[in-house]
């Protein structure tokens, strides 16, 4: 492990790190392909340190995420190797022309959006890599940013998904093509000697001579040949980033409140202005979702980025596992009924009004279904006497108060006769008062372990500085 990685890599991590070096010294592009949860931003990151140390990364090197990942990319430079310098180029305030302060950095992080937006500048830029996240993005050959990836200037490049072919063999040729160009052939020719024999007449000697090409470009581990060396469960935050609608509903609430909120407690203490604390926190956090929860007769739109990463994550990134949902709007979880039936995803759905004859059923047909990928979940409702360990993702839509009631909600499929290890994500929009909630329930953790159950017990052992700080 290259000095200056704080992280203990586990052996299938080193021997990712191995095949990147191995790649670079041979000036290949590669994709690293590994499921969803194993670390692939991790070794991604140990290999560019270890390109720092041993003097081999003269020029800065360009990420490109979908924006959500953008986020986790830097917490985990945060994390794991500080040393590495970075810059955000994203949002309206960005330098779009002389990109020479580039320099300054090791990494660049920007996001496909941005990258077609701004191409006529970073297509003059030269890179030492660039390293697409979540490459399936590129997989229409016809698209902007497929074209736009391909003008951009690198020594080399490598690319990160969990599914590098989402629908069909076809999916493969525009990623290829941009790690190592004409490796495949013309896009006309791979269409008609593999793409078209593979997935229209399951050729399986086409597909075993393209397996062969491919081979040394692609490392893949899947979580089933991996899982001894896996710890039994796995948390992680996924940072979610507004839209300019929603932050603009989540700005204009935040503000009326914030007001009231500093008015109330001068005029009768802290202790008596726990209503209004608790609306304000409440409105919030419903809009944090979308601010079609709020029950207003304004219609303030129904954006949700947190709806948007969610299917993402469902239709894109676990491909067959089986995942729980859960969230304490009943109204958030309607809207992902809404939209995986539009999807043809076939679910399960439990609330606190469903019988206890009717949730026995529900479970036996998601943990015996295989064609039953989806349990949305109310977080109460879930905390206990539910056995689902057929699914080894959780997504938790909203934080809650109290920790010790995300852990019930996690531990419904991490139990005896669990034999998968657990991923469990906590969605969270950035700079909004679910980020300084997490920041809270780290600090008072102790607190929340012993006594918060719920909102109420929670602002009785805030201080006035932190409520002003959850509405700053």
């Known amino acids: 492990v290259p000095e200056g990685v704080i992280a203990q890599l586990r052996d299938y991590q080193m021997e990712g790190l191995n095949w990147l070096v191995c790649l ?56 794991f190797t500080p040393g590495l310098t970075f810059y955000r180029h994203h949002g309206p305030g960005r330098i779009q022309n002389d990109l020479s302060f580039f320099d300054n950095y090791d990494i660049i992080l920007t996001t496909y959006g941005m990258v077609v937006s701004d191409i006529d500048a970073l297509k003059d830029y030269a890179f030492n890599y660039i390293i697409l996240d979540e490459s399936q993005a590129i997989k229409n050959p016809f698209s902007k940013r497929y074209k736009a990836a391909r003008v951009l200037n690198a020594n080399n490049r490598f690319v990160l998904t969990g599914t590098p072919i989402e629908n069909n063999t076809f999916d493969l040729y525009a990623q290829m093509n941009f790690l190592n160009p004409g490796l495949l052939g013309s896009l006309e020719f791979f269409r008609t000697e593999f793409s078209n024999p593979i997935d229209r007449k399951n050729d399986m000697t086409k597909a075993a001579e393209l397996r062969k090409m491919v081979y040394p470009f692609v490392l893949r581990r899947t979580k089933s040949k991996v899982a ?65 929860l709020l029950n207003s007769d304004v219609d303030y739109g129904d954006d949700s980025v947190k709806l948007e990463e969610l299917l993402t994550n469902i239709t894109e990134r676990t491909q067959n596992h089986k995942i729980l949902v859960f969230s304490q709007f009943l109204g958030m979880l309607s809207m992902i009924r809404n939209s995986l039936e539009s999807l043809n995803i076939i679910y399960e759905y439990m609330d606190g009004s469903t019988s206890a004859k009717a949730r026995q059923d529900k479970v036996v047909h998601f943990q015996e279904d295989d064609t039953c990928r989806v349990f949305l979940i109310s977080l109460k409702t879930g905390g206990v006497g539910l056995n689902l360990t057929e699914a080894d993702y959780v997504y938790l839509i ?32 950035k700079d909004t008062i679910e980020e300084k909630i997490v920041k809270l329930q780290d600090k008072k953790k102790a607190l929340a372990q012993d006594i918060i159950g719920s909102e109420q017990s929670f602002i009785k052992h805030l201080t006035k500085n932190d409520i002003e700080d959850l509405f700053s």
């Not at 270890?50 to 990420?63: A, C, I």
């Not at 989540?250 to 802290?270: L, M, P, Q, S, T």
């Not at 008596?272 to 608790?278: E, K, Q, S, T, Y």
């Open 398 to 429: 909203d934080p809650w108060w109290n920790p010790a009631v995300e852990q019930q909600a996690i531990d419904r499929t991490h139990r005896i006769g669990q034999d998968k290890n657990i991923f469990a994500y906590k969605l969270i929009c």
């Open 24 to 79: 670079n010294e041979l000036g290949w592009g590669g994709c690293l392909a590994d499921d969803m949860g194993l670390g692939k931003t991790l070794q991604m990151l140990t290999f560019l340190q270890w390109l720092k140390n041993n003097k081999l990364m003269p020029k800065t090197s360009l990420v490109v995420a979908p924006t959500t990942l953008m986020f986790n990319w830097e917490n985990e430079i945060k994390k």
């Open 228 to 292: 001894k060396e896996l710890p039994e469960k796995v948390e992680s935050i996924l940072y979610c980033d507004m839209g300019t609608r929603q932050r603009k509903v989540y700005e204009a609430f935040r503000n009326e409140y914030r007001h009231k909120i500093v008015d109330r407690i001068e005029e009768v203490g802290i202790k008596r202005a726990g209503f209004i604390i608790l609306e304000g926190l409440m409105k919030l956090r419903q809009i944090c979702d979308s601010p079609a």
